[in-house]
């Protein structure tokens, strides 16, 4: 379990957000992560953490209003202002929670554009860099989220060299790449000098390796050798959750 990181946004959700921290723990888990923390104060989050022996390591940015269909800011030229003021949030979050790495997501309005992402990337990677956080982006399938201004690696990669700061990277998400590219072990391999963190679900379904047609014994044994951060489980477990680990035993080196 000390390899991965659990997202607690899409598993233990038979239960309510806090109570996720200890169902992570009494799975064996050291390491957590989730999307959006921000509906409960960092003292509550934090209680859970310190309370299950946890660590936090990943959190995205605010993305808006995404009961209203946002989907991250950091492409919108209209809401610059609102996207530094979640840069703000998002450094207090990570700082009080331990949390080293933010994924910012770029968003899904006709607006977007790459001037402005680029702009906003660097603004965020330079505030963060005074805090030792890593500043990742992510390309999404656009079959999950239509309109997603990112979907593409080779466009991520080429934004993270136009920023330029050593702490903007990539995060590699096998079930998005596989989704986009395809191959996705032979696309991880070539930008793996990008890669601040990894997650992994199956395809089809986004659900637990070992129910769809994702080679993850291939894609496991291969980080094991050449990739040194934590795995982040992020799919939608078939089943009950505390029963969606039984594929480790399988697939693990």
């Not at 899409?10 to 723990?25: C, G, I, N, Q, S």
């Not at 805090?131 to 934004?159: C, R, V, W």
């Not at 890669?195 to 089809?204: F, W």
């Not at 992020?234 to 035993?249: D, H, L, V």
Request: hydrophobic share 35%; aromatic share 12%; glycine share 8%.
């Amino acid at each position: 379990m000390n390899n991965y990181s659990v997202n607690l946004s899409t598993v233990f959700t038979e239960v309510p957000f806090l109570d996720r921290f200890k169902k992570a723990r009494e799975a064996g888990f050291v390491y957590v992560e989730c999307q959006f923390p921000y509906v409960y104060t960092i003292e509550e989050v934090r209680n859970e953490l310190e309370n299950n022996n946890l660590s936090m390591v990943l959190i995205n940015l605010p993305a808006g209003h995404w009961e209203d269909g946002d989907r991250g800011l950091a492409a919108d030229p209209s809401r610059i202002k609102e996207f530094r003021k979640s840069v703000e949030r998002g450094i207090c979050y990570a700082n009080g929670l331990g949390v080293k790495k933010i994924h910012c997501m770029a968003g899904i309005h006709p607006d977007n554009n790459w001037e402005v992402f680029v702009e906003n990337l660097f603004y965020a990677g330079t505030a963060m860099s005074k805090h030792g956080i890593t500043l990742l982006i992510e390309p999404i399938n656009p079959f999950d989220m239509p309109g997603y201004f990112l979907s593409d690696l080779k466009q991520a990669a080429g934004i993270i060299q136009r920023v330029g700061l050593p702490n903007v990277k990539l995060q590699f998400d096998f079930y998005h790449i596989e989704r986009i590219h395809g191959h996705s072990l032979s696309v991880y391999q070539k930008y793996a000098e990008m890669v601040s963190h990894v997650q992994i679900a199956d395809h089809p379904g986004r659900q637990q390796p070992g129910t769809g047609e994702i080679n993850y014994t291939e894609i496991l044994q291969y980080l094991s050798k050449h990739y040194r951060g934590l795995i982040g489980l992020e799919y939608n477990p078939q089943g009950r959750s505390e029963g969606s680990f039984a594929w480790m035993k399988g697939v693990t080196p």
